[in-house]
C-alpha cells in the first residue's frame, strides 16, 4: 500500500494567516494527489485535484503543488470559513485509494 | 446536480453482514465509477472499494475478503456488503462518485452504522 503522512496533524491560526499543510507518499505518485476539506458532521468536499487543479466553485485562496512524494495545500489567507480538518488522498494505485490522517486547523 | 444518498440499518450485531444501497440523482449511474468511504468516530478516511456501472470492481485489500459491492442501473443504485463485522467496522459510511481518475467530487451525506449486540 502506498503510506500518506500529513503534517502537522493539527495547528492553531488566526484569520488572514498563510496556512500550509504537507502531504508525503511513500512512493513516488507522480501527481495523482488530491485535497478535501471537512467540516464536523459533514462528507469531505473536494478542493484541488491532480495536485494543483482547483476545482470549481473553490475560492482561489486554496492551492495545491508539488509531485512524486511531496505535496503541499496552501491556504492564502485563512477564513473563519476555513477552519476544518484537511486530507490528502492518492489516486496513483487503483489496487487501493489512501488517505492522509488528516490536518485539523483550528482557531487560534 | 448529482446527489448520492446512503441506506440501510444503523445497527448490526457482530459477525453478521453489514448492507448498505446508495440511490444516485440527478445523473445517471452510467460511465462512473462508484466507491465506499468509511469514517470511525474522530478518525481517518479509509476507501473500501469501487464498483463501476458495468460491475467490475476493486477493493481494498485489508476488507477484500469481506467485501462485496453490487450495481443495479435499472434502480442508479449500487450496494456494499461486509461480512463478518466486528466493533472496528463501527463508523460513519459513505457512498461518492469518482470520474475514474481517483477524485471524489459527490458524496453521499453518511450514515452511521454501529456494530453491537
Known amino acids: 500500500d502506498i503510506q500518506m503522512t500529513q503534517s502537522p496533524s493539527s495547528l492553531s491560526a488566526s484569520v488572514g494567516d498563510r496556512v500550509t499543510i504537507t502531504c508525503r507518499a511513500s512512493q513516488s505518485i507522480s501527481t495523482y494527489l488530491n485535497w478535501y476539506q471537512q467540516k464536523p458532521g459533514k462528507a469531505p468536499k473536494l478542493l484541488i485535484y491532480?495536485?494543483?487543479s482547483l476545482q470549481s466553485g473553490v475560492p482561489s485562496r486554496f492551492s495545491g503543488s508539488g509531485s512524486g512524494t511531496d505535496f503541499t495545500l496552501t491556504i492564502s489567507s485563512l477564513q473563519p470559513e476555513d477552519f476544518a480538518t484537511y486530507y490528502c488522498q492518492q489516486s496513483y494505485s487503483t489496487l487501493t485509494w489512501t488517505f492522509g490522517q488528516g490536518t485539523k486547523v483550528e482557531i487560534k | 446536480q448529482v446527489q448520492l444518498q446512503e441506506s440501510g440499518p444503523g445497527l448490526v450485531k457482530p459477525s453478521e453482514t453489514l448492507s448498505l444501497t446508495c440511490t444516485v440523482s440527478?445523473?445517471?449511474?452510467?460511465?462512473?465509477?462508484w466507491s465506499w468511504i468509511r469514517q470511525p468516530a474522530g478518525k481517518g478516511l479509509e476507501w473500501i472499494g469501487r464498483i463501476s456501472s458495468s460491475g467490475s470492481t476493486n477493493y481494498n485489500p485489508s476488507l477484500k475478503s469481506r467485501v462485496t459491492m453490487s450495481v443495479d442501473t435499472s434502480k442508479n443504485q449500487f450496494s456494499l456488503k461486509l461480512s463478518s463485522v466486528t466493533a472496528a467496522d463501527t463508523a460513519v459510511y459513505y457512498c461518492a462518485r469518482d470520474n475514474g481518475s481517483g477524485w471524489f467530487l459527490y458524496w453521499g451525506q453518511g450514515t452511521l452504522v454501529t456494530v453491537s449486540s
Open positions: 491532480a495536485a494543483s
Open positions: 440527478g445523473g445517471s449511474i452510467s460511465s462512473y465509477y
